[in-house]
């Protein structure tokens, strides 16, 4: 099949692309570096990778390109950390707007007009910013308050244009929301600013890799954002990636929302020390101060896995000790080679 991924550049989309291509797929990427600037994947020159460098916002390039394909999976978005939700609140609502209705018109002009079967659409945990039920189960972000920053309330914009798409026009769909996503190929936002965390400046406000750089630079004791009992369920990038490829796929993911993450919860203060002992071991006993939180540091984030797991067979299985055995030594080389 081929498959168009918009944001193919992106973290997530490292992954996925990777495994569209070892899957046997055909891919078209679109991106236009916005985020990080230039970056080369693994995939770059692959014979059935063809990548245009543009804008997600081309609706008319948009329609060209899903004309030819079978699948398109709607990845691109203006994502940072959680300063980045500060920094760009107006831009992350409107640009990305812009970007999910450009995505959904070509869509709609492929599967009217062109062979185009559906859209899978990256959604983010973040639809459930004010959940009040954990584990959270689909649905729930229809019952809950909606989000309180621009990017979780534009997420959940983009729900509802699936839903709208498929109840006006028939367009099928499938939403994915990924948790948490952990792994390798994460770098800096452009127009991100530098945050002190201590004597350490944050190299993108997200917290695996920023604690990953803390301690390789021996900063004791450890800064963390809040107390440490924030809770969050760090999925690996390469089993989201299998999820998405799973959930466009499988017949009976057609019109239905997955959320896509390990169950496994996991404290931020239980996450800085699994980090510390795997670089100090016993050598140096655990030290952290609490620095003052982010307004929108939601304190749980916990979801049901259970429909992945029953209706696609889909479980998120990479234990984090092991995604921070592969983590670990790549932020250790950027710090090398003075890209954090």
């Not at 996450?271 to 795997?278: C, S, V």
């Amino acid at each position: 099949m081929k498959v168009l991924v918009t944001g193919s550049a992106g973290f997530i989309s490292g992954y996925l692309v990777q495994q569209l291509l070892e899957a046997g797929h055909e891919v078209i990427g679109i991106d236009n570096f916005s985020k990080y600037g230039v970056v080369e994947r693994s995939y770059q020159n692959h014979p059935r990778y063809h990548f245009r460098q543009a804008d997600a916002r081309d609706v008319e390039l948009l329609k060209e390109l899903a004309s030819e394909c079978d699948h398109f999976i709607a990845c691109a978005a203006r994502i940072g950390g959680i300063s980045y939700f500060h920094e760009y609140a107006y831009d992350l609502l409107a640009e990305n707007e812009r970007i999910t209705a450009a995505a959904f018109d070509a869509a709609l002009h492929a599967h009217g007009h062109h062979r185009l079967q559906k859209i899978t659409v990256l959604s983010s945990s973040m639809v459930f910013e004010n959940a009040t039920v954990f584990p959270t189960p689909e649905g729930h972000e229809r019952q809950c308050p909606p989000p309180s920053s621009t990017y979780g309330f534009q997420k959940l914009a983009c729900e509802y244009f699936a839903r709208g798409a498929w109840d006006q026009y028939r367009l099928p769909y499938t939403i994915c929301r990924p948790f948490n996503c952990v792994g390798v190929g994460e770098s800096r936002a452009l127009g991100d600013k530098e945050i002190p965390s201590g004597n350490i400046k944050l190299a993108m406000s997200h917290v695996v890799p920023d604690l990953v750089q803390k301690v390789l630079k021996a900063q004791d004791p450890l800064h963390i954002l809040g107390s440490g009992d924030q809770v969050r369920c760090y999925t690996y990038g390469g089993d989201l990636a299998r999820g998405i490829l799973t959930a466009m796929l499988h017949p009976a993911a057609v019109n239905e929302d997955f959320n896509l993450s390990t169950p496994a919860a996991t404290t931020v203060l239980e996450l800085a020390e699994l980090i510390w002992r795997k670089v100090h071991g016993d050598a140096r006993p655990f030290r952290y101060v609490s620095d003052p939180p982010f307004q929108y540091d939601v304190q749980m984030r916990v979801p049901e896995t259970r429909k992945a797991r029953e209706v696609l067979g889909f479980e998120a299985d990479t234990a984090l000790s092991a995604v921070l055995d592969e983590v670990i030594p790549w932020v250790d080389r950027e710090i090398a080679e003075g890209r954090i």
